[in-house]
């Protein structure tokens, strides 16, 4: 079964400062993707960056990157020099081979980021 | 301009009525999707639909029934409204169910409340 854990709740960062959100997930399949989006105050989705689990290299998106840990089956988003334009919940979401791109989300963590 | 439009953007209900929840997507996309974000659950995948077929039904009840009359339009009818369906409904999109264009862009939602 699918399964996706956010722990963090709320996070909080100085402007500049580098922010980690985790995420760990449950799956018995090989082959899935995990998909980090924000959601805004206004409730508007954001996609920001993705990690097949084929890859071992850890991907990349202007500020956004992931540290991927497919033996652990966690994974972590890393915003650089972070911005309070940044702030928002942040999800990250499980879509495993042959479930016709189901999502699965995590609870999300609310990050604030302070001027 | 807005890629997906989800309309109406509020919309309030009384127990045991039926509405439609618009949605149309303009980034020439083939698969589109439902989901619900509730305040007592995570977003929760509904449904998936690739060039007009239903893909993927995760909801338990028949109350909810999408409807495709373009390929770019994903409706959703909601039947015998009840207060538990108190949500944001997000409608998504994305290139296809699969591969490297997997993302899935998510509209604005819309806040239904069942009184």
């Known amino acids: 079964a699918q399964r996706v854990t956010q722990v963090q709740p709320t996070g909080s960062s100085q402007w500049g400062e580098e922010v980690t959100l985790d995420c760990s997930y449950e799956?018995?399949?090989?082959?899935?993707?995990i998909f980090w989006y924000r959601q805004l105050f206004s409730g508007e989705m954001v996609f920001l960056i993705y990690?097949?689990?084929?890859?071992?290299q850890n991907q990349r998106s202007g500020r956004y990157s992931v540290v991927f840990q497919k033996s652990f089956k966690s994974i972590s988003l890393v915003i650089s020099a972070s911005q309070p334009e940044d702030s928002g919940t942040y999800f990250c979401?499980?879509?495993?081979?042959?479930?016709?791109?189901?999502?699965?989300f995590g609870a999300g963590t609310r990050l604030a980021v302070c001027p | 301009d807005p890629k997906i439009i989800q309309k109406p953007k509020y919309l309030v209900a009384v127990t045991g009525s039926e509405k439609i929840l618009i949605c149309e997507q303009y980034?020439?996309?083939?698969?589109m999707y439902w989901y619900r974000q509730s305040a007592k659950k995570p977003l929760e995948f509904m449904f998936s639909?690739?060039?007009?077929?239903?893909?993927d039904n995760q909801t338990a009840s028949s109350r909810f029934q999408p409807q495709s009359s373009k390929k770019n339009h994903l409706d959703l009818q909601i039947t015998a409204l009840k207060p538990d369906d108190s949500a944001t409904y997000f409608c998504?999109?994305?290139?296809?169910?699969?591969?490297?264009?997997?993302?899935?862009?998510f509209g604005p939602g819309t806040r239904l409340t069942v009184l």
């Open positions: 998504a999109s994305s290139h296809g169910l699969g591969g490297l264009y997997a993302e899935q862009f």
């Open positions: 799956t018995s399949e090989y082959f899935y993707r």
């Open positions: 990690q097949p689990s084929f890859d071992t």
């Open positions: 979401a499980l879509s495993e081979l042959g479930s016709f791109n189901k999502l699965t």
């Open positions: 980034l020439g996309h083939n698969a």
């Open positions: 639909y690739s060039y007009q077929k239903l893909m």
